[in-house]
């Protein structure tokens, strides 16, 4: 069948050098994306290992030290309580993160699913599936949130109230599971309408695109198609995109958390921190500096991390 | 024709289209863009589909591969590939023909292939799927398939992506994916269109030259019939979605039949042209899909038209003197008749 002979050549193993490895290169030469990888890398450490660094535990009280100002011992000082605000700053990355990261994963992965349907497959997917989309991005963020914490909140406490108290298993005890539960579902819910237009936008235009049309006539089966073509092509604007979807995620835990309807209290959240701060901010500036400052670091670094992918992942764009 | 036939090639069809009628969904209902064609390729034989843009050469080679956009489809017709309905096939089976048992070289090498993968990848992703071949194997194969299209440095150059190639070498590397598997049949959709003259050439060039030592059979769309002289066995004239003449090459510049035919050969400058004589031209321009006259399609371009060809569609049929020489136009079978 040959017609081409083929002959023993010297070739290189595997590629010396990937996509991936290029686009680490032109990340590297990108100041503002290296400060935002570093500020990011810190953050994600400090929310990893951080509640087991601090000094202090983010809830033991100190009582005669209340409010007091920053010092070696309490690098940011300490609050109403006499907790240590480093430590609080601390665990609410960790909170910060957590919730930050498991909310775009899930709104991600809805986005994408949802959009390449939509762009793949077209109607009647793509009416159905855009239509749920602007109806969801048309009822207001906050209200949905407040809803579901509202209606659904009380509801899964007496549950577990009850749960505890048929079985007695300590892990119907821990609140928090239903705080993070409820700020994650209802987040999710509200953050994947721009992950399925982006990819459906993506996944439309590349589709029509020649070397879709030239992958058809190499005889690939769809999936692979969708697999090594489509994706890979729509990735870019997608990593940039949840780049800074992260940081936006964090910013809305913060928000709601400071109007009461996220995370809440004795878990360290910034949110919740800048809001205890803003009471006092005249007399105890420290209370309400830290975690804001922190939040604003967090989201600033997220942001140019994000523009350095952007350039970083298109290999079109090197220079 | 006659040289081109010396050589030792079986006369039997390996692509036979019969009747293949294409429409578009549009806003006034259908409309037809390719109707009724009838085209054949003989194994090892090269063919030149030629015509004017928009006249269905494209969109006549993807329906062959059933590679068509949403709105148009398919209506009527048939055809066969090395025995087979590939209007009938299975996705399945189909998938296996394409880039397989038919290669494709498309007409823009700037965005047929794909951006973010490295070349050497793209060559190998037909071997890993039709071959089973390993990647490793497919990277041998890969450097082969380069350096057969002429490709300096191809080991180099598998690492390299499409952006870091010139048009001429992207093209080669389209004609090198399209060639991975030893088609049997090779489709080149104005694979020079893209490219400037010399490129061009050379183009033509290695694709005769890889006929040759791969023995395959070829199909060349083009608007550019005197680039093709020297490079197909037969031409196929396509007007306004319907083959007006079919001819070996030779016979078709020496006795150009169909008005059409002699209209666009007329239309190729001569270094002989005076210095200051007008270039020659078809006068008006090729009807709208859904505006195709009731008779003959040229008819209202033709400056031989006669009330008949307002009426009706002429058949292709051969012309007197010549087996394989066919046209479809009343007035020139007529004068073969009283000839």
Same mark, same amino acid.
């Given at each position: ?6 002959? !023993? ?7 010396? @050098? ?36 601090? !000094?202090? $535990? ?11 100002? !920053? ?6 000082? =300490?609050?109403?309580?006499?907790? $240590? ?14 919730? #930050?990261?498991?909310?775009? @994963? ?9 959009? #390449?349907?939509?762009? &793949? ?12 989309? $602007? ?44 705080? &993070?539960?409820? @700020? ?11 992950? #399925? ?32 073509? @489509? ?26 958390? &400071? ?7 004795? =878990? ?52 | ?45 090269t063919l030149g ?22 709105? +148009? ?51 190998? *992703? ?10 490793? *194997? ?12 002429? +490709?300096? /440095? ?22 090198? %994916? ?20 010399? %490129? ?18 070829v199909?060349w %769309? ?6 093709i002289a020297?490079l197909v066995d037969r031409v ?8 007006? *003449?079919?001819?070996?090459v ?31 031209? +078809? /006068? /008006? ?33 051969? +012309? ?20």
């Open positions: 069948m040959s017609a081409v002979p083929l002959s !023993p050549v010297a070739i290189p193993d595997e590629a010396p @050098v990937s996509l991936w490895r290029d686009a680490w290169y032109r990340l590297k030469r990108n100041k503002l994306a290296v400060f935002g990888l570093i500020v990011v890398l810190i953050l994600a450490f400090a929310a990893i290992f951080g509640p087991y660094l601090t !000094p202090f $535990d983010y809830l033991s009280q100190d009582l005669q030290a209340r409010n007091a100002a !920053p010092s070696l011992q309490h690098l940011f000082g =300490t609050d109403d309580l006499g907790r $240590d605000v480093f430590s609080r700053v601390v665990f609410g990355t960790r909170t910060a993160f957590l919730v #930050a990261v498991i909310v775009t @994963v899930i709104a991600v992965f809805i986005g994408t699913v949802l959009g #390449a349907i939509a762009g &793949f497959f077209g109607n009647p997917f793509d009416r159905i599936i855009m239509w749920v989309t $602007d109806m969801t991005m048309s009822v207001p963020n906050l209200l949905l949130v407040v809803v579901i914490n509202a209606s659904l909140k009380s509801p899964i406490t007496k549950w577990m109230e009850a749960q505890y108290l048929a079985t007695l298993n300590p892990f119907y005890r821990q609140t928090i599971w239903v705080d &993070f539960m409820l @700020v994650f579902g209802s987040m999710a819910l509200i953050s994947w309408p721009p992950y #399925a237009r982006l990819v459906r936008a993506q996944v439309l235009s590349i589709r029509s695109r020649p070397y879709i049309t030239a992958a058809q006539a190499l005889g690939l089966s769809n999936w692979i198609i969708m697999k090594r073509y @489509v994706i890979p092509n729509a990735l870019g604007p997608l990593i940039v995109s949840v780049s800074a979807g992260l940081g936006t995620a964090m910013v809305l835990e913060s928000a709601f958390s &400071f109007l009461g309807v996220g995370v809440n209290p004795p =878990t360290p959240s910034w949110g919740n921190m800048i809001s205890d701060g803003l009471r006092v901010w005249q007399h105890y500036p420290h209370l309400l500096a830290a975690p804001a400052a922190v939040l604003g670091l967090a989201s600033v670094a997220f942001s140019f991390l994000g523009d350095g992918l952007n350039d970083a992942l298109n290999p079109r764009g090197a220079k | 024709m006659t040289q081109a036939m010396n050589t030792t090639r079986s006369n039997e069809k390996l692509l036979d289209v019969r009747g293949l009628t294409v429409e578009i969904d549009g806003r006034n209902g259908p409309a037809v863009v390719v109707d009724g064609i009838d085209l054949y390729v003989n194994r090892g034989e589909v030629v015509g004017e843009s928009g006249c269905g050469k494209s969109l006549t080679m993807l329906s062959l591969m059933r590679l068509l956009p949403n709105k +148009i489809k398919v209506t009527k017709g048939s055809a066969s590939f090395d025995g087979h309905d590939l209007q009938k096939m299975s996705n399945k089976e189909l998938r296996k023909v394409r880039g397989g048992d038919i290669g494709f070289v498309f007409q823009d090498p700037m965005t047929s292939l794909n951006p973010v993968m490295r070349i050497g990848d793209q060559i190998c *992703e037909p071997l890993i799927y039709h071959r089973g071949m390993k990647k490793a *194997e497919a990277r041998v194969r890969a450097v082969e398939l380069l350096r057969l299209v002429g +490709i300096p /440095g191809p080991e180099e150059r598998l690492q390299a992506y499409p952006h870091e190639l010139s048009g001429g070498m992207r093209q080669r590397v389209m004609i090198a %994916i399209g060639l991975a598997c030893n088609p049997k049949l090779l489709i080149a959709d104005e694979p020079t269109t893209a490219l400037d003259v010399t %490129i061009q050439a050379q183009i033509v060039d290695l694709v005769k030259d890889l006929r040759a030592k791969l023995g395959m059979s199909v %769309i083009t608007h550019d019939l005197a680039l020297g196929a004239v396509l007007y306004a979605g319907t083959v007006v *003449e079919d001819a070996p030779d016979e078709l510049y020496a006795r150009p039949s169909h008005p059409y035919t002699r209209g666009l050969l007329a239309s190729i400058p001569k270094l002989s042209d005076a210095p200051a004589s007008r270039l020659s031209s +078809i /006068g /008006g321009t090729p009807p709208e899909p859904g505006r195709r006259p009731k008779g003959c399609p040229f008819a209202p371009r033709c400056p031989l038209a006669e009330a008949i060809c307002h009426e009706r569609v002429p058949k292709l049929e051969p +012309i007197s003197g010549a087996g394989n020489h066919r046209t479809a136009c009343f007035v020139v079978q007529k004068m073969q008749e009283a000839a």
